[in-house]
């Protein structure tokens, strides 16, 4: 078997992932998946833990196959009498074949559960690190959004000041005028700033997360086209509760439990055993004038060993039990993760029905605060409107964009998470979106 590592490398190049960018874009989604694919610590981590589970499988195996052990002895021997004085040399060559043993059996079989298993816990920090990418990516196309909005609310505010002050020295405009200009100028460079902050730190996530150092990335334009999922429910429930990686989790760590208990319940069995065995015996240095005679001899010997364990003062009947109530409750986790990944995708579905709603009403928000800002700009320019209701109304223009665009980066997400409930995240799931993202101009 491949390794993890191997079988990664392999994918990413068939998958396209490891394609160089041209100099002049901006990396997407599935370019930064591709550079935290190749440095993120959490993977590594999983695929180190795999590779060290695939040894247990060799382990198991060395169970049910022979031992064969050399062994060779020199020995000096000194007596009184010259007859016994001399040296023994012996080598051997033993061979032990099991023929049955029950706990061996089992303990193979539980060891390629756990491979299995392990195999679902690499997947799992696998579609982990997708995730963790979209998030971290949109954290840092939001904090984009939230500056540039901020940063043109604070221009418009300035004009606006700028405007209060130029009317007020000629008497067209009051003080207070002035002041609540001032005012809203002041908030709108603190929100700059907070902006700034935001997606400094976003950066510096996705920095630690990749590797490398990234300023730039694509963007998400608020008008987007977005695609519609199936939301049938009762369907999305049934698959994920066969399908999510954390149920075929717990069933194979039920069957990993299963089998201790098999193992265990051998502690009441036989086993039978092949041995042979080799050895040659030399002599050198005795007297054999004497009465005794010692001849340099062969011996070979090949019989079947059957051992019958009778009694072990009840811990073998105490280790079954133990493995029945920890197989048991490996039962019980199965229940449960079938529970939450059924509730899992009917909530995320019901989050996708309202995100699409949200995202459709926020877009009729933005629509009309832009038509509320010209109006009152326009009232205020010919005297019907004041000042507070342009400050107001600009306001309700950044509000609503602001959460227009996290309303839209939350309902991509979600349909990531979605996928990850029903087993089914991988990286053709990031392309999707990739498809939506621009580069900046």
Same mark, same amino acid.
């Given at each position: 078997m491949r390794s993890v590592k191997h079988w990664a490398l392999i994918s990413a190049m068939s998958a396209g992932l490891l394609t160089s960018l041209p100099s002049q874009a901006a990396p997407g989604l599935v370019d930064i998946y591709q550079m935290a694919l190749l440095h993120d610590a959490q993977l590594a981590q999983a695929r180190a833990r795999y590779d060290a589970e695939r040894e247990v499988m060799t382990q198991a195996r060395s169970l049910l196959l022979p031992k064969i052990d050399a062994r060779a002895t020199l020995q000096q021997n000194e007596s009184n009498s010259d007859r016994n004085t001399g040296s023994d040399q012996i080598l051997s060559v033993s061979l032990e074949q099991p023929l049955f043993n029950r706990e061996a059996f089992s303990r193979y079989d539980q060891a390629k559960y756990q491979l299995e298993s392990s195999e679902i816990t690499y997947r799992l920090a696998q579609q982990s690190l997708i995730e963790r990418v979209s998030s971290v990516?949109?954290? =840092? +196309?939001?904090?984009?959004?939230?500056? $540039?909005?901020?940063?043109?609310k604070q221009e418009a505010d300035k004009i606006q000041w700028e405007k209060a002050q130029a009317s007020s020295d000629v008497g067209l405009a009051s003080r207070t005028d002035v002041l609540q200009a001032r005012s809203a100028?002041?908030?709108?460079i603190s929100t700059r700033i907070n902006a700034e902050n935001t997606l400094d730190s976003a950066y510096e996530a996705m920095t630690k997360l990749t590797g490398k150092p990234v300023r730039q990335i694509k963007q998400l334009v608020l008008d987007v086209a977005l695609p519609k999922l199936n939301m049938d429910k009762t369907a999305l429930e049934l698959k994920a509760e066969v399908d999510n990686l954390q149920v075929r989790l717990a069933q194979q760590d039920y069957l990993v439990a299963s089998e201790e208990v098999e193992a265990q319940k051998s502690g009441h069995w036989f086993n039978v055993s092949l041995n042979a065995q080799v050895s040659d015996t030399s002599y050198s240095g005795y007297n054999t004038t004497g009465f005794t005679t010692r001849l340099d001899n062969q011996n070979t010997s090949v019989g079947i060993t059957l051992n019958v364990p009778l009694y072990r003062g009840g811990a073998t009947s105490s280790q079954v039990s133990e493995a029945r109530f920890n197989s048991q $409750?490996?039962? @019980?986790? =199965? *229940?449960?993760? #079938?529970? &939450?990944? *059924?509730?899992? $995708? *009917?909530? &995320?579905?019901?989050?996708?029905?309202?995100?699409?709603?949200? !995202?459709?009403?926020? #877009?009729?928000?933005?629509?009309?605060?832009?038509?509320? !800002?010209?109006? $009152?700009?326009? %009232?205020?320019? =010919? %005297? +019907? #409107?004041? /000042? @507070?209701? =342009?400050?107001?109304? #600009?306001?309700?223009?950044?509000?609503?964009?602001?959460?227009?665009?996290?309303?839209?980066?939350?309902?991509? /997400?979600? &349909?990531?998470?979605?996928?990850?409930?029903? %087993?089914?995240?991988? !990286?053709?799931?990031?392309?999707? @979106?990739?498809?939506? +993202?621009s580069n900046p101009s």
């Open positions: 990516y949109f954290d =840092v +196309l939001l904090a984009e959004q939230n500056l $540039a909005l901020a940063t043109s100028y002041d908030l709108s $409750a490996a039962n @019980i986790s =199965v *229940r449960d993760a #079938r529970e &939450q990944a *059924r509730l899992d $995708a *009917r909530v &995320q579905a019901q989050n996708l029905q309202r995100g699409y709603s949200l !995202v459709a009403a926020l #877009r009729e928000a933005v629509k009309s605060s832009e038509a509320f !800002v010209e109006a $009152a700009e326009e %009232g205020y320019r =010919v %005297g +019907l #409107r004041n /000042l @507070i209701d =342009v400050v107001t109304a #600009r306001a309700n223009l950044f509000d609503a964009q602001s959460n227009l665009a996290e309303a839209l980066h939350n309902l991509l /997400l979600t &349909q990531l998470r979605l996928q990850n409930t029903l %087993g089914e995240l991988n !990286v053709d799931h990031l392309r999707e @979106i990739d498809q939506l +993202l």
